[in-house]
């Protein structure tokens, strides 16, 4: 009989970044908010939260954004599904207590929004309005307070909470404007709730990807010179796509991620490094 001389796989599938990877987020059941559509980053966290196992609650902003978000949230199996407007009143405990209901507990929470009016966010940080400054805030920070809050009290075994953040919450990113006191105080929030949280077993990161193309990236005044410059200048001279965040956020809310607590983690082709 002839020998096989096909060459050995030269690393074991764990290596393989779109492998199962032995399914390390079974059993796992965590709430992923976000969801605009295949090209944002909280669906790219989805995606990987739920190839490697764990069951999701998705939601979506509101009737326009249903028939884009359901769709995705059906083919990834998502047990709950529910509209959820940070800024209304009670749609944030409604979405809560059907977890409870329904699942009795919760090991991870996904945050991965973000909003600022455009007039404040294309302007000077000086000239923002106290109106717009305030709700960019509430959606923005506040609103990731108000989820771990409501997430405690569920997560009686431990558990994981990760917001999204960015490089212009600790360097002055032209463009970034008014976004960049809000998500350093979102870095902040995540500080002092890995603190307070951190004896329960409740661990707390900021996930800092680098500019991707998302609907929600648009709205950046110069987007365009943004991304330019960041492929100029990350090492690698490319930028991450939403599944490498994924992956990221996947072994934040693992087990292997224990002792980490309080982090800001960068995804960012390594820009941040770079002066």
Not at 152 to 161: D, F, I, Q, R, V
Not at 175 to 180: F, L, R, V
Not at 226 to 242: G, S
Request: net charge negative; aromatic share 6%.
């Amino acid at each position: 009989m002839a020998q096989d001389r096909r060459p050995p796989d030269p690393l074991p599938r764990i290596w393989d970044p779109d492998a199962r990877i032995g399914d390390m987020l079974k059993g796992k059941r965590g709430l992923v908010v976000g969801v605009a559509n295949a090209d944002s980053i909280a669906y790219g966290c989805a995606a990987k939260l739920r190839a490697f196992g764990a069951d999701l609650a998705v939601t979506y902003l509101n009737d326009r954004a249903e028939k884009h978000v359901r769709p995705l949230a059906e083919e990834l199996g998502a047990a709950i599904i529910e509209p959820l407007d940070v800024e209304r009143p009670g749609e944030l405990e409604r979405v809560f207590e059907r977890i409870e209901t329904e699942w009795g507990g919760l090991d991870f929470v996904i945050h991965s929004i973000a909003f600022a009016p455009r007039a404040d966010l294309h302007g000077r940080v000086v000239d923002c309005s106290a109106e717009g400054f305030a709700q960019a805030m509430h959606v923005s920070c506040w609103s990731f307070l108000r989820m771990a809050k409501l997430a405690e009290p569920l997560m009686a075994e431990g558990g994981a909470l990760v917001t999204m953040s960015y490089y212009g919450a600790d360097k002055v990113v032209g463009s970034y404007n008014m976004m960049g006191p809000v998500k350093a105080a979102l870095e902040a929030s995540v500080r002092y709730a890995a603190n307070e949280l951190g004896e329960k077993g409740i661990r707390v990161y900021a996930v800092s990807p680098g500019p991707l193309r998302t609907r929600a990236a648009s709205g950046i005044a110069q987007f365009d010179e943004l991304v330019q410059m960041a492929t100029e200048r990350a090492p690698a001279h490319r930028l991450v796509d939403i599944a490498e965040v994924g992956r990221l956020v996947s072994f934040l809310v693992s087990n292997a991620a224990s002792g980490m607590t309080g982090d800001t983690i960068y995804v960012d082709a390594g820009l941040h490094n770079v002066a």
